[in-house]
């Protein structure tokens, strides 16, 4: 099946099960599918690609090295949603000169109460910089004891562990430690590269540019899903294979360029590129 599958259809080896968005018997039954990337650009589709992948962020390297080769440029800036944070995907925009403007995994969940009361996590607690630790919400110590390096990421990336100086007698230990043995010390893994990108891209999407950029991407790129489902019909491959599926969504994106071209020279708007976004009165 390969290193990033559990499994295929034996109708369709290429495809992978998958627990689809639009489930008519509500049973949350596993079919054969593929995951469909696009890229838009000043409201065209720009690049297309199928992925046997069950989640994005695998799927976003490959997919810019791809439409790269095919426009023989890059884009200098990348817009994208929380389904494809990584540390691979922000090292990888980094060394290619790309501006980042993607969407923290945590960021909704951060805002909320509940996730910031979660004292054992590590963005909640007070690091100090000078000597490398964390204070977590009694007030004791947690020292870096070591680093590893993570086996599953593509870049040499290290992780350091961090230890509390002791855990006897806390009154918060049930809400601050996960382990079974009372006796065992709290204990931490960080990544601080990818807290580092991840701040960097907090900061981008926080911009006044970052913010338009977002919505943008959710008016352009999902209004291009929306109307390829919905004006197209379009609800299901009528083929199976990478080649054979790529080959469809390809006609598809030709007639949906096509419509969007004849919609913006209507409303003389060929000359524009990001979407006018109506500020509340």
Known sequence: MGPDRNSYSKTDTDATFMRMK?????????????????????????GIEVFS????????????EEISSRHESRYERVVADSGYESLD????????????????????????????SKIGRPENMAYNAETDSYTCAEGRTLVMQ???????????VVISHYRCE????????????????????KEIRVKKQLQ??????LENISMEEGIRLRMCRSIQVEGAFGLLKN????RRFLTTGKKNVKIELLFLALGFNLKKNWMKAEANREQTHLSSIKKPA
């Open 22 to 46: 639009e489930d008519h018997m509500r049973n949350g039954q596993l079919k054969p599918a593929y995951n469909v990337q696009i890229a838009v650009n000043s409201e065209y589709i720009t």
């Open 53 to 64: 992948n069950r989640t994005d962020y695998g799927t976003l390297v490959p997919f810019l």
């Open 89 to 116: 995907n922000y090292l990888y925009l980094e060394e290619n000169g790309q501006m980042n403007f993607i969407k923290p995994s945590n960021y909704e969940q951060a805002k909320t109460k509940k996730y910031r």
């Open 146 to 156: 070591y680093e590893s390096m993570d086996k599953h990421s593509n870049n040499k």
């Open 166 to 185: 002791g855990c006897a007698g806390c009154s918060r230990r049930a809400q601050c430690c996960s382990a079974k043995d009372p006796d065992a010390p």
């Open 196 to 201: 580092e990108k991840r701040a960097q891209s």
């Open 231 to 234: 004006d197209f019909a379009f």
